[in-house]
């Protein structure tokens, strides 16, 4: 089996200096173990030991996705259910583009493309714009 032996990977502009670097995303990464896998000939060496760690890798970095999109979910469960708690209460909030601060009861919360919104009269406020609340 191929495997590198390449401690790390820089690119150079015409001057020689080194550019910035960029991180290995988990598409790249599993593109690469995709090739590495396809690639692997068992003839050669390749011990089923290498093949196996590699499948475990394959695996965790598919676990990682899973957690993290578990976790972004649960998220945006918490913060729904933080604007839900508003309802009825006070807010004074300044958005972007505002020269003055919105205030007034919360009366609704809206969910826009998974994000909580707070219904201020006829305003809807984004959570985060928030500075005080009575």
């Not at 508003?86 to 300044?94: D, F, M, N, S, Y």
């Amino acid at each position: 089996m191929y495997t590198s032996r390449v401690a790390g990977v820089a690119t150079y502009d015409a001057a020689g200096s080194e550019a910035p670097r960029r991180n290995l995303g988990k598409d790249e990464f599993l593109q690469l173990l995709v090739t590495q896998l396809r690639n692997l000939d068992i003839g050669e060496g390749a011990s089923n030991q290498e093949f196996i760690a590699q499948m475990a890798q394959f695996t965790m970095v598919e676990e990682l996705q899973n957690l993290s999109a578990t976790v972004t979910e649960m998220m945006s469960r918490q913060m729904i259910a933080e604007a839900g708690g508003l309802v009825g209460k006070t807010i004074e909030a300044w958005p972007p583009g505002y020269t003055t601060p919105i205030t007034g009861r919360v009366s609704a919360v809206e969910v826009i493309a998974g994000l909580p919104f707070l219904k201020v009269g006829d305003i809807r406020v984004n959570m985060s714009h928030v500075t005080k609340i009575s």
